[in-house]
């Protein structure tokens, strides 16, 4: 099973735009698809984009289409979550996780292993 590392997350205005990476450790991300979860204070783990490493195919949650964009760098094993136009509902600690295949699978229960988390604030 491969394993992730989040980074990227930090402080910025409302209308503000981040970069998270996701890098896997252990192996490669070939074969898998990978997906971005966040969960704000006193709630639950939601899903928020997907991408198969392997077609490159994308999926969104109807929140971030437009605003945010996955992407896949192979040259370093690493899927970016680029985050534009932020409002403070999109505060929240981010997840990356990874599975076999190519199903999107929206719910949170269904992924074992799960990065630490980077910390997301939107706020003025």
């Known amino acids: 099973q491969v394993q992730v590392v989040e980074s990227g997350g930090g402080l910025v205005q409302p209308g503000g735009s981040l970069r998270l990476s996701c890098v896997a450790s252990?192996?490669?991300?070939?074969?898998?698809?990978v997906v971005w979860f966040r969960q704000a204070a006193g709630k639950e783990r939601d899903f928020v984009a997907h991408?198969?490493?392997?077609?490159?195919?994308?999926y969104y949650v109807d929140s971030a289409k437009g605003r945010f964009v996955i992407s896949r760098d192979r040259a370093n094993n690493t899927v970016y979550l680029q985050m534009n136009s932020l409002k403070p509902d999109d505060t929240a600690v981010y997840y990356c996780t990874a599975t076999t295949g190519k199903l999107v699978i929206r719910a949170a229960g269904a992924y074992n292993y799960w990065g630490q988390g980077t910390q997301v604030t939107v706020s003025s």
């Open positions: 991408i198969n490493w392997d077609s490159g195919r994308t």
């Open positions: 252990g192996r490669a991300f070939a074969g898998y698809s």
